[in-house]
């Protein structure tokens, strides 16, 4: 896969088009955002979809896996869509689930979706400190070098009078934002609040496309 360098906090980062941020100096995958399950809780309610969402984004997670062999992989929240969700996975899909403790460390951070589910062989945390940077699901006040998720980021890009959103990495000089990475899952316009508010206006912008991200 073809990446793009993003320097925060003083260190490199590479996003990836599958939604993905490599920390190469530790060898540490980042991902936001997967909410496994979500096509099953939306079906409770009658809006049917593909119920393929929680595989295809398990498989997408482990194609990173075994590409990079990460010493640590942290989610940082919503893991899981909700408590239906977990309860309604398929066989297939609890036994990929549950591949993940056997991969590598894995850190999973308390979402906004997930924070009061509890599965066995699985830790979740508040925020996790790595060095100078904390992982938090949203935002901390007041503290600086945060990588999060929540926001599902996208911006607007014009090319030759056509304007289409594109989910997106952000960051400022303190606060890093990634795309969800889970396969069926919204997005929120940087310039829209609660993030234009949030991050400000001098933003490092980092749109995802099909095979590639791209610098703004």
Known sequence: MSSQLIKFANEEFYAYPNNALYWKRLNIIIVADLHLGKSMSFAKTKQFLPPYDTLETLKELFKCIKEFEPSKLIIVGDLIHD?????????????????L???TEFIWVRGNHDSNIEINGFNKVLDYKLDKITFTHMPIKNKNFQICGHYHPKTKITHRGKSIYKSCFVHNNKICILPSFGAFTGGLN??????????????????????????L
């Not at 408590?83 to 591949?99: G, H, L, P, T």
């Not at 001098?202 to 991200?213: F, Q, T």
């Open 101 to 103: 403790t056997k991969t």
């Open 83 to 99: 408590m239906f969700s977990i309860q309604s996975f398929q066989k297939k899909d609890y036994q990929k689930f549950n591949e």
């Open 190 to 215: 940087i310039n829209q609040q609660p993030l234009k508010n949030l991050l400000g206006n001098n933003l490092n912008i980092y749109p995802v496309g099909n095979d590639k991200v791209y610098k």
